[in-house]
């Protein structure tokens, strides 16, 4: 999994999903995230900072929300679409920058922002 002795931080996500290699090819598309199989029932993802996997399951939209940083929103939000994602909340501003949300292929919502 993630980084060892950082005690109390965020490790590791996990998210079940209908088809791991749709899973891997959104991700990977959209945000160049980098994938290790683990046979077929877990593949884990590493965005260069942050670790956590794929495993075969029904998915579970809701919980926490995971936000995710780019430095150009627009550009960001064009690749998410073309990938099939569908924006829920439309580009906002917020004291220090500006975010919009969206859900993945599987219904799970997250959110990505960038700084003023």
């Avoid at 683990?38 to 996997?53: H, I, Q, S």
Wanted: overall charge negative; aromatic content about 14%; proline content about 5%.
């Amino acid at each position: 999994m993630g980084m060892r002795g950082k005690d109390s931080q965020i490790d590791n996500i996990e998210f079940a999903v209908g088809d791991i290699a749709r899973s891997k090819a959104f991700y990977g598309e959209v945000f160049g995230w980098t994938f290790t199989e683990f046979g077929p029932a877990y593949c884990e993802f590493t965005d260069g900072r942050l670790a956590g996997g794929f495993t075969p399951g029904t998915p579970r939209p809701g919980g926490a929300l995971i936000i995710l940083y780019a430095e150009d929103l627009a550009e960001t939000q064009k690749r998410l679409e073309a990938a099939g994602a569908r924006i829920t909340t439309p580009t906002f501003d917020f004291p220090g920058g500006s975010r919009f949300h969206f859900t993945d292929l599987d219904g799970y919502e997250l959110a990505v922002w960038t700084e003023r």
